[in-house]
């Protein structure tokens, strides 16, 4: 468990501010660790529990992810936690209503086209993760083809106008359109005067721009940025975060002292 006086004075700010506080999660790397196959993956243990607790008292909880949100239904759903999939192409909200995107759905039958055509074109070894709205070209257990993944994918992003979008180990394809986590946080947050925001990865750091450019804004505006270290990310994703815990195990203990903290006999 990281002890920081920084970390105390967040969550002490954070409690007084609870009715107008929001945490907001990235899920692979964060809250699950990284796996060579995604289809198996699930969050560490103590985590939903903790993340559920947290969500009892505060005003708003997210999951912000670059999975589908029916993926991250099989771990949230039921909890009062907004789950926004596919870098903000679709939602979930609370009450259990899910919206899409309606300018992703003229790219559904391009990303499929391109989804089918890696799996017979590339090497067998990519893990090809067709998200229907996305396609993810893995080459996490075959690094050595990370610049096949680079140049098919470049070259099938010019063919059909989709984006390519780097992470761990990855490359996603998705339509080119404005969302990113960046402005999932942007409108989000709009209503909240404190933020907290944990993540791991490349496609964090529009969510963790999004939170500075606010807090350089506005003074009044309480932001704690943790990051989940690796080896894969460099330091981009650290030189934005006021912490880094080493692992999503040991964020466990950090969000059930965040749940404990907000349970009104502490505050
Ligand atoms: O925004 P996130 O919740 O972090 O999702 C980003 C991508 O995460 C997944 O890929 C990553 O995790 C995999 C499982 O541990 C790992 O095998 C892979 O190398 C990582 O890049 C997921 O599969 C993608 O669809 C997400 O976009």
Redesign the pocket.
């Given at each position: 468990m990281i002890e920081s006086q920084s970390v105390t004075d967040a969550l002490r700010i954070a409690a007084e501010r609870r009715h107008n506080c929001g945490f907001f999660f990235?899920?692979?790397?964060?809250l699950?660790e990284?796996?060579?196959d995604?289809s198996g993956?699930e969050p560490v243990a103590g985590a939903v529990a903790a993340v559920a607790e947290i969500a009892e008292h505060i005003r708003t909880v997210a999951v912000v992810?670059?999975?589908p949100v029916e993926f991250l239904r099989k771990h949230f759903g039921g909890l009062p936690v907004r789950l926004y999939g596919l870098y903000g192409m679709e939602s979930l909200d609370e009450r259990g209503t899910l919206w899409t995107d309606p300018e992703v759905v003229p790219w559904i039958s391009a990303v499929a086209d391109v989804a089918k055509r890696a799996v017979t074109e590339l090497d067998p070894d990519i893990l090809v993760?067709d998200?229907r709205l996305s396609v993810?070209l893995?080459y996490?257990t075959a690094p050595h083809l990370r610049a096949q993944v680079e140049r098919w994918g470049g070259d099938r992003a010019a063919e059909y106008g989709l984006a390519p979008l780097p992470?761990?180990?990855?490359l996603?394809l998705k339509p080119p359109i404005r969302r990113d986590k960046g402005g999932v946080i942007r409108s989000a947050t709009r209503d909240l005067d404190c933020v907290w925001y944990f993540g791991d990865?490349l496609?964090d750091l529009p969510a963790l721009t999004a939170l500075a450019d606010r807090a350089e804004a506005d003074p009044g505006f309480e932001v704690f940025r943790v990051g989940v270290s690796n080896p894969e990310t460099g330091d981009q994703v650290a030189a934005m975060t006021d912490v880094i815990v080493a692992s999503p195990r040991d964020l466990v203990p950090l969000l059930r002292k965040a749940g404990q903290a907000f349970t009104p006999s502490h505050t």
């Open positions: 990235d899920f692979d790397g964060t699950s990284i796996r060579d995604p993956v992810s670059g999975r993760e998200k993810a893995h996490r992470g761990r180990m990855v996603e990865d496609g």
